[in-house]
Every structure is written in C-alpha cells, then in structure tokens.
C-alpha cells in the first residue's frame, strides 16, 4: 500500500511538472508572439509616414530610422520602456570587464576620425568659469555626450567629449555653482522633441550629474534618478548658500509615456542635490504642477519660469516669477494660456522661453509658443509671442515678430 502510494505521488509530482514545463513553454511561446505582432505594427506605424513614390526627398538615407532601430535593441520587451536605469550599472560592470581582461593582441586596431566641421543639436553651452582667459566652453549634445574645448577661439582646437558613460547620454543643460565654481551641475534628457515636434527624435534621460573637481570626475546625483526630463538648472545664490533649481518635465517617445518621478515641477535643493523639494504651484484645476520649460535668474535675483504643456497638454504658455523660490510663492502670469486655445490656426499653449537683461533687473523678454496638433498626432509648433516686461514680471507687453516665419 506504502509502495503504491508512493508510486501515485510520484505520478502526480511527474504530471505537474510536465504540465508547468508546458504552461512555461506556451507562455514563452505567447510572449514571443506577442512581441513580434507588437514590432510589426511599430513598422507600419513607421512605413505609413513615408511615400514611396515622392521623390521630394532627396536624402540617401533616414537617419532618424536608424535611430529607432538602436531604440528597439534596447528595448525591454518584458517592460515595454527602455530601461534606462540599467545604464550606469551597464558602464560599471562594462569597466570591470576591461580591468579584468588580461587578454593582450598583436594586431590592434587603430581608428582614424574622418572629421566633420558640422556637429548636432546643442541645448546647453557654459563658458568654463575657471579658465582665466574665457576660452574653455562646455556643450551638451543631445545625440550623445558631454563635450568641451579648451580653446573656442581657435580654429584648430577639437572638442573633446568626457569619457565614461557620457556618450550614451543626452545632455540638455549645464550649470556651475556661484560659490565654488568647482562645482558643475549637468542635466539629461531633451525635453523639446519629447512634447513639442513633428518628428520623434527626443533622448530620454537619467538624472542629474555633478562635478567637484571642473569636470574631471563625475557622479550621478541619485536622488535624481527619476528625472527623465530636465529642461534646465540654475544655482542661485542665497545669502552665501548655494541653491540648486532644476526643472523636470515628462516626455513621450514612439507612443510611450516617460513620466518623471514623483511628478513634473521645478526641483530646489539646499545641499547640492541630495534632497529635493518640488516648489512649483499646481496647474488651475489639475492636481498637477507645472511642467517648466525654461529657467532664468534676473540681475536682481528673481526667478523667473517659462512652462510647457504636460502629458495631459495642460499648463502651457505661462509665466511665473518669484522672490523666494519656495512653494506658495508664485505670481502666476497666465493670459496667453487662456487666449490661444481660442486661436483658429495655432489653439494648442506651447512653451516659453525667457532672458532678462543682464544690465537691469527689471527688463525681462519672453516668447511664447503656440502650435495645433498634425496627422499623424505630432505637434507642431511656432514661436506666436514676442513679450516684455520693464517692472519685473509684474505686467507685460507684447512686441511686434521679426518678418518671415518665426518657427521655433
């Protein structure tokens, strides 16, 4: 009876198994499935755009469909998002391959630049302020890398890009501390072709990375892990302490939301980036802050922000300015927001963008964007509204545009 027993559980335990290797291999099987039907309607998404019988495009290939092509190789299928996070423990255990690769060749390779005097989008420039001279300067490439050039006036010095995890990365914006000009303060992740563009070439980014050292070293601040979208960073000066202001926005890439965590705003930190606190006001009737889209600092300490519309559309084309910097501090300047949904030809609020006069504290400009939504869902937009302030933000004028199409 024993023996028999034993036997039947045996039966049982056998049959289960088969049945999970089975049930594992159907699961398999449907996620594949799955995976593939989902690529194949990806590249009819894609193959609608283009016209095989218009021959206005005069251009021997698509980069932008190479792009997306690295886009999917990267692709977590399980996800369903690029898992961006992975990166910086990728470049670490990439580092302790090499370190521990004793392995030597004969016949090493050595590779030529072909050069080029053309280089590609740009968001961010900072003139270094520890060169003496003025002629270091630091660019931020969204297409990959951190760059710098030790002398800008001269024809025959090359940018060099940082090394490290740099080139994987889309830089947007960079700034340096008041106090210790050390320290320097770069933001990832281009915001501008993330809501607001007729094509999809935005690079999600990872946080916010700092320097000690003038950029010879970097960390990622990781408290800012969450940030895939930092559309700019100002230190600003208070009462002897350096504080950090980073606006953090959402974006969207080939149909899939990258929302920033916890939420879009402007970010200030009191003790260089370890801690956070998000200051922003909420969007009228929306359990939301603004997202921003520019930050700029007035001669007499004021701040001033630009925003752009979120992941709902909302909360663009408006201007807020405070003394403070903290929350419920904000004059919020709105106008423009509630006219141009009204607009037959351009009803969806766009980004701002700002400057304040370096001579006067009170002379503040700003454009104002507006667009419409195109086929197939892109935004378009245009540059709608030249405006100036002479009483700091308090009240605004708007100017007349330049002739032609103001574009962006």
């Given amino acids: 009876m024993k023996k028999k027993n034993t036997l039947t559980f045996i039966s049982l335990v ?8 089975l049930f594992s291999q159907q699961l398999k099987t449907d996620k594949r499935t799955s995976y593939d039907k989902f690529l194949a309607q990806e590249y009819q998404k894609v193959s609608n755009l283009y016209d095989d019988n218009d021959d206005t495009d005069n251009k021997p290939d698509h980069p932008e469909l190479a792009a997306l092509q690295n886009y ?10 690029v898992p961006v996070e992975r990166l910086a423990v990728a470049n ?10 004793n392995l030597k060749s004969g016949n090493v390779i050595e590779w030529e630049q072909t050069g080029s005097n053309m280089g590609g989008r740009m968001r961010g420039i900072m003139w270094d302020p520890n060169d003496a001279n003025g002629y270091k300067v630091w660019a931020c490439s969204v297409t990959g890398g951190l760059w710098y050039n030790g002398d800008i006036s001269n024809n025959n010095s090359e940018w060099q890009i940082v090394d490290g995890l740099w080139p994987g990365l889309a830089t947007s914006s960079i700034a340096y501390d008041p106090n210790n000009t050390q320290i320097f303060y770069v933001g990832t992740g281009e915001y501008q072709t993330a809501r607001v563009i007729y094509r999809e070439s935005s690079g999600v980014g990872y946080g916010i990375w700092k320097t000690i050292d003038g950029g010879t070293s970097w960390e990622l601040l990781e408290s800012t892990e969450e940030f895939k979208y930092i559309s700019d960073i100002k230190v600003r000066n208070e009462n002897g302490n350096s504080v950090i202001y980073a606006g953090i926005v959402s974006g969207t890439y080939h149909g899939i939301e990258h929302p920033s965590g916890p939420s879009d705003g402007l970010y200030r930190s009191t003790d260089g980036g370890t801690n956070w606190e998000q200051v922003m006001p ?4 929306k359990e939301m802050p603004y997202a921003p889209a520019d930050l ?7 701040i001033f922000v630009g925003s752009m519309k979120n992941l709902d559309g909302n909360g663009g084309a408006t201007i807020l300015w405070s003394d403070e910097g903290t ?7 709105d106008y423009y927001e509630t006219i141009i949904p009204n607009d037959p030809e351009f009803p969806v609020p766009g980004r701002v963008i700002l400057s304040a006069a370096p001579s006067d ?11 419409w939504i195109g086929s197939p869902n892109f935004n ?3 540059g709608r509204y030249i405006l100036k302030s002479t009483d700091g933000g308090e009240s605004w004028s708007e100017k007349n545009l330049p002739g032609g199409d103001p574009g962006w």
């Fill in 282 to 285: 909420d969007i009228a009737g």
């Fill in 72 to 81: 999917y190789m990267v692709f977590d299928p399980e996800e369903n998002r």
């Fill in 92 to 101: 670490k255990y990439t580092q302790q391959l090499q370190k521990q690769n």
């Fill in 296 to 302: 700029e600092i007035s001669s007499n300490g004021r």
């Fill in 327 to 333: 929350a419920g501090s904000w004059t919020i300047y």
């Fill in 361 to 371: 504290g009170n002379i503040v400009y700003a454009i104002v964007g507006a667009g």
């Fill in 14 to 21: 056998t049959l289960a198994l088969v049945i999970i290797a």
């Fill in 380 to 382: 378009y937009a245009r």
